[in-house]
């Protein structure tokens, strides 16, 4: 029977690589927004959507299981948990649509705004920015 101490050196090995996997697809995903910033920012969203299901979906599942009780949740419920502490981190990856907005979002470009009557019109809620009018 292992211990953990006997399981530590391999986690640890898995982490190193893990981190490195990690530092390479970063690399890879500045190099694509350098490259093509609108498609790297269409990619991404698609990703973000993914991955924020997923944490969200878990989040639920473990609220409604606390609601209701029972049994069925027993053998799932630590795995739901662990992808719901993933949530500061989804919020943290949530930062990169602020600096690419104009590139996702026709209403988020001014010089198209200012031409088309109908996001003229949406204006008040189709708007990255807080308009006050006096």
Known sequence: ???ID???PRIAAIQKRSLLVGI?????CIAGAYM???QFMQSYLLGYWFW????????ALVGLHHLVGGGWGFSIQRILEAAGRTLPVMIL???????GMQDLFIWAR?????????????????????????
């Open 1 to 3: 029977m292992k211990t």
């Open 6 to 8: 006997d399981i530590k």
């Open 24 to 28: 390479i697809a970063l690399l890879a």
């Open 36 to 38: 093509d910033k609108a």
């Open 52 to 59: 924020i299901g997923i944490t969200a979906a878990s989040i």
């Open 93 to 99: 990856l949530f930062l990169p649509f602020a600096f």
């Open 110 to 134: 001014p010089e198209i705004v200012a031409v088309d009557k109908l996001l003229q019109h949406k204006a008040g809620y189709l708007n990255e920015q807080q308009q006050h009018q006096h």
